[in-house]
């Protein structure tokens, strides 16, 4: 698709929200942030997917990461549907504020639009799309759904730990990484600087090419 991908910078969209009119660039301030889109309220894989995203809030915000919701349906509707999430998944608050989007602008910004999906009006539908943002305001990764499939939050939080973890250290994550799980130390770096860079020490794996570029770490 077209538009917005990886290493774009978001546009500072204003809009209106279950929090009041924001602007994008005002909610994440310097912090990271996780836009997501949903196809409809009061659709059941939306539902499950809102309630879980309150679910791991605190997670999320342990991070340093800001929330923002999207659904094409206006304000009033996304706060009926707020006690529905919050009724089927008890104990969770949705915090995190939902933009309204009734004219279908902000999704074709921020590249949310699934070709595939169109309300009983024939107009296009949000993808069920997620983009972590940076600091920088940049799209460091993206996910792309189809309306049948719900997203896992646990990899959402993994890949986020990845992100960060890459942004700081120098450091990739390998298939299947956790968090806790040993990480992978970047080609551009040294021998001689990984020992000054990871003083905990690193481990090189034996391959038959004898070269030594997969260098394990923690960090």
């Keep these: ?13 204003e809009a209106d929200s279950t929090h009041g009119i924001i602007k994008l660039y005002d909610i994440i301030d310097d912090s990271w942030a996780i836009i997501f889109s949903h196809p409809g309220d ?22 340093g ?11 009033q509707s996304h706060k009926e549907w ?18 309204a989007d009734p004219n279908r602008e902000i999704i074709k910004q921020l590249n ?7 309300d009983s009006s024939g107009n296009q539908l949000p993808s069920r799309a997620l983009h972590i943002v940076g600091p920088d305001k940049k799209v460091k990764l ?7 499939t719900g ?15 890459a942004g700081k250290h120098k450091v990739a994550t390998p298939a299947n990484w ?30 038959p090419s004898m070269k030594d570029y997969l260098r394990f770490t923690k960090v």
Excluded: H, W
């Design 82 to 99: 707020i006690k529905d999430i919050e009724a089927f998944n008890p104990g969770c608050k949705v915090t995190y504020p939902i933009l």
């Design 142 to 148: 993206s996910f792309l759904y189809p309306a049948s």
């Design 151 to 165: 997203r896992n939050m646990d990899e959402v939080v993994r890949v986020l730990e990845s992100l960060q973890k």
């Design 112 to 118: 949310m639009v699934d070709p595939d999906e169109k």
């Design 65 to 75: 990461v800001k929330l923002v919701g999207l659904s094409c349906d206006d304000v």
């Design 42 to 63: 009061f659709t059941p894989v939306c539902t499950t997917e809102l309630g879980k995203m309150a679910a791991y809030a605190k997670e999320f915000e342990k991070r």
């Design 1 to 13: 698709m077209p538009g917005l991908t990886l290493g774009d910078t978001i546009p500072d969209l």
């Design 178 to 207: 956790k968090p806790g799980d040993p990480v992978v130390i970047a080609p551009t770096v040294s021998n001689e600087q990984a020992k000054e860079m990871f003083p905990q020490g690193f481990e090189t794996a034996d391959l």
